[in-house]
């Protein structure tokens, strides 16, 4: 029998973690004083040790190796649990993947033009959102304004009204004729009517970025998304989406958010 501070040592787990194992049943001792409540080993449960320690080291929690422990676990239900852990870091070797290309990219903008971008490009999922929208194609990119205008006098006989969205459906940039897309967040479905038609915009992951100044200032947030694309590991999968998300006093207080779709590159 092994005294518990010297199986510490052998097998250089704290006495604390020790105990904690055998509260959670993990590894018992061998043995307990029962006048003295000294705690003993046998050299016998080193392997216990060591399978306890390996199982941690993949990251699997507590009660799974406890339950990895059993012996009558099905073998295909020890594959299901490493194929899930593998799942798991495989994920998260994707993300750092992805943030790693994002400083690559950040460090090659500041060497180009000496300072970084005011425009910080962020990841996020994005939920499916109904929406009225008229779509047409309009002479110049700011007729837009002509489009929501009709869209929520409409919408304004049905009690409606939302966050104004701007949506290109241009492959590329349109010096004129442009096919754009004016929709309204819905809280409940409304009446089809006219050129107003109901729809859901799908969720997903988006690139997004803040504008904030005149809407003629847009070009600038564009660039810096369009440069951030190449060296992020995404690409463009949808439209562009322009959130209006504050009317200022003045033109210099518009708050604009720009998102796009995105997806790995393959």
């Known amino acids: 029998m092994i005294k518990i501070g010297d199986f510490s040592r052998i097998c250089r787990v704290p006495v604390s973690a020790l105990r904690y194992y055998a509260e959670l049943g993990l590894l018992p001792p061998a043995h307990v004083d029962r006048s003295t409540g000294y705690r003993y080993y046998t050299i016998e449960q080193l392997p216990r040790v060591h399978r306890i320690l390996a199982l941690r080291d993949l990251g699997l929690s507590l009660a799974q190796i406890g339950r990895m422990l059993r012996d009558d676990l099905p073998a295909e239900e020890i594959r299901g649990m490493l194929r899930l852990r593998q799942a798991e870091l495989q994920q998260r070797v994707e993300e750092e993947q992805a943030r790693l290309a994002s400083v690559e990219a950040r460090l090659r903008q500041i060497e180009q033009e000496g300072r970084m971008s005011s425009y910080d490009i962020v990841l996020k999922e994005i939920e499916p959102q109904l929406v009225a929208g008229i779509r047409a194609v309009i002479p110049t990119y700011g007729a837009i304004g002509g489009l929501f205008n009709e869209l929520y006098a409409y919408l304004g006989q049905h009690g409606a009204g939302g966050l104004a969205v701007g949506i290109d459906h241009n492959t590329e940039y349109m010096e004129r004729d442009p096919e754009m897309e004016a929709v309204v967040y819905l809280e409940a479905p409304v009446p089809e009517g006219g050129r107003v038609k109901v729809h859901t915009l799908p969720g997903g992951l988006v690139a997004s970025t803040i504008h904030k100044g005149p809407y003629e200032g847009f ?41 796009f779709p995105v997806q790995r590159a393959s």
Do not use: C, K, N
């Open 219 to 259: 070009s600038d947030a564009y660039a810096a998304l369009m440069a951030w694309a190449p060296t992020s590991g995404y690409v463009f999968a949808g439209p562009g989406r322009e959130l209006y998300l504050h009317m200022g006093a003045t033109p210099d207080e518009h708050i604009t958010e720009i998102q």
